[in-house]
């Protein structure tokens, strides 16, 4: 096969080239090189919470939104240059991604202490899980070692993050995708107990479900009047609304809610409309071991995702660090 036949195909299968790899991350990747890093990310998401309580769930979710796109490798961080269209203002992203500056933050701890050591992508793994902790979810080892890209992708974010319009059918495919299970798809929207969405995310279903004109029709009545009053036809699309009843809490809320006709998005609610996954979202809501058993399972099988391409410890996370071409040419 040609090089440039293989590049092609290579660039088809992209989904498939990123979970295919399993990478060879592991938990104590820092324990001689910088031991305090765990504590330190874990400080800083302890101050991100008493400043502002819903930067924990923002910070969790950009877990997702950077290992879906070309793996975990922090892509999701980096800035537009003139060269350079980013994923920060991907269509998923723009106007909703949030609290970048918390990595930031917890970069800037970890340059001080063990400077060029730790990637930007491990922050976003530590933090996410941090993030759950501390808003009363389940503890997870988490495997470290991943290594920061030197480019991003809007393209790439916006062919492969789900719309809030997804239904269940989709979500499982997408899912598949990456070698996640119908299971780990249920159990990681249950990352959807806590933080906050956007009118703009739900209005259609509000109004015109489907193009029928109507709402849609497994919206809990009383819930959907008090949808109808946070976000108004024609009104403000970026008003926010809590993603289940105690946003600030990761239980398993969210699934009891969906029973009730009461999540958020459709692609929340359609678990529970869908046969496919209806079973596990009613197990999930009558046992919370279970759900967290199952979400930290998913987690660390998202955070295995991996383009395998080259990579570097970003000095900052938001640039690559700048280099003569040769340098780069040999990682
Ligand atoms: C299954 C497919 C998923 C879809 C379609 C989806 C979609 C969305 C949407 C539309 C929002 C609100 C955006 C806005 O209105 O600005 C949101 C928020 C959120 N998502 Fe997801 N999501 C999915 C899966 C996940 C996963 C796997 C995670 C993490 C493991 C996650 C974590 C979050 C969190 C924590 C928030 C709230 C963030 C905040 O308050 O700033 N989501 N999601």
Request: glycine share 6%; with cysteine.
């Amino acid at each position: 096969m040609s090089l440039s036949l293989f590049l092609l195909l290579l660039s088809l299968c992209n989904i498939a080239a990123v979970s295919a790899v399993s990478p060879p991350f592991r938990p104590v990747f820092y324990s001689d090189t910088c031991p305090s890093a765990e504590l330190t990310v874990r400080h800083v998401i302890n101050r991100a919470m008493a400043r502002e309580p819903r930067s924990v769930a923002s910070v969790m979710r950009l877990q997702f939104h950077d290992c879906f796109v070309n793996g975990c490798d922090a892509s999701l961080l980096l800035d537009d240059t003139p060269n350079m269209l980013g994923e920060k203002l991907a269509l998923s992203n723009i106007n909703s991604l949030r609290s970048y500056e918390v990595i930031d933050e917890a970069k800037d701890a970890l340059e001080q202490i063990c400077p060029g050591i730790v990637s930007c992508a491990d922050i976003i793994v530590m933090a996410a899980r941090d993030a759950v902790v501390l808003s009363g979810g389940p503890y997870w080892e988490v495997k470290l070692g991943r290594k920061d890209s030197l480019t991003a992708s809007q393209e790439d974010s916006d062919n492969i993050m789900p719309s809030p319009r997804a239904n269940a059918t989709s979500l499982i495919s997408l899912f598949q995708k990456f070698n996640l299970s119908i299971k780990d798809l249920v159990a990681l929207s249950g990352s959807h107990s806590i933080g906050k969405a956007r009118c703009f995310s739900i209005v259609f279903r509000l109004y015109n479900q489907s193009g029928t004109g109507r709402p849609d029709p497994a919206l809990d009545p009383k819930f959907r009047v008090k949808l109808d009053k946070l976000c108004p036809l024609g009104g403000d699309g970026n008003v926010t609304g809590d993603l289940d009843a105690t946003p600030e809490v990761f239980d398993n809320q969210y699934f009891k809610d969906l029973v009730r006709g009461r999540g958020f998005l459709n692609s929340d609610q359609d678990l529970f409309t869908d046969a496919k996954t209806r079973e596990y979202v009613r197990v999930f809501s009558g046992n919370q071991s279970e759900f967290f058993k199952a979400f930290v399972d998913g987690m660390i099988r998202m955070g295995d995702l991996d383009s395998g391409r080259p990579g570097e410890i970003r000095r900052n996370c938001r640039l690559v660090n700048s280099r003569p071409v040769e340098i780069l040419l040999e990682d």
